[in-house]
T-cell receptor, first 114, second 111 residues
């Protein structure tokens, strides 16, 4: 149990376009999901906390108008990178809180902006 | 601000030996501490959670200790195998579900 999926697993887009990444909890409901980004050989940096039915909470320094988060249901959260630029290229990972503070992570999405 | 240090960036251990990874933190003690395994190009996989009032937790060949006086957690893998080779991350939680991750230790088990 506790499977989280992400789609797509990798995406290449042109500068100025928008990209949507989906995060789904497949076998449990998650009122809270999290979005992280990870640069090569670095740790995970929390971008935002996504709450079902309410606005996301963004970490300091993360532009909420650039990284749009929608938590439409108890099993789906989406991250849209708007007007992407090469510096947005990174590994984006979501996680879902199942219970007792155990977080289960998706396999990640590799975004490359050309 | 909270700092988390994991003992070394890379650790090589002979197969069959016990691998010990260290996670040290400064400032505030977390309500709980978690350990994750991450393989290249993949998301982290949850391994163990230990709460502030627990000294030790075990799961199969894994053992975690938590010393709030030393502000340190130790993560042990006994009878290590090449398949245990991965990056291991510690993460601190302060009761609001958010986690703060360490930079990780890349463990290599040498056959």
């Amino acid at each position: 149990g506790a499977v989280v999926s992400q789609h797509p697993s990798w995406v290449i887009c042109k500068s100025g376009t928008s990209v949507k990444i989906e995060c789904r909890s497949l076998d449990f409901q998650a009122t809270t999901m999290f979005w992280y980004r990870q640069f090569p050989k670095q740790s995970l940096m929390l971008m935002a906390t996504s709450n079902e039915g309410s606005k996301a909470t963004y970490e300091q320094g993360v532009e909420k108008d650039k990284f749009l988060i929608n938590h439409a249901s108890l099993t789906l959260s989406t991250l849209t990178v708007t007007s992407a630029h090469p510096e947005d290229s990174s590994f984006y990972i979501c996680s879902a809180d199942r219970a007792n503070y155990e977080q289960y992570f998706g396999p990640g999405t590799r975004l490359t902006v050309t | 601000s909270q700092k988390i240090e994991q003992n070394s960036e890379a650790l090589n251990i002979q197969e069959g030996k016990t691998a010990t990874l260290t996670c040290n933190y400064t400032n505030y003690s977390p309500a709980y501490l978690q350990w994750y395994r991450q393989d290249p190009g993949r998301g982290p996989v949850f391994l163990l959670l230990i709460r502030e009032n627990e000294k030790e937790k075990r799961k199969e060949r894994l053992k975690v200790t938590f010393d709030t006086t030393l502000k340190q957690s130790l993560f042990h893998i006994t009878a290590s195998q090449p398949a245990d080779s991965a990056t291991y991350l510690c993460a601190l939680g302060f009761g609001n579900e958010k986690l703060t991750f360490g930079t990780g230790t890349r463990l290599t088990i040498i056959p």
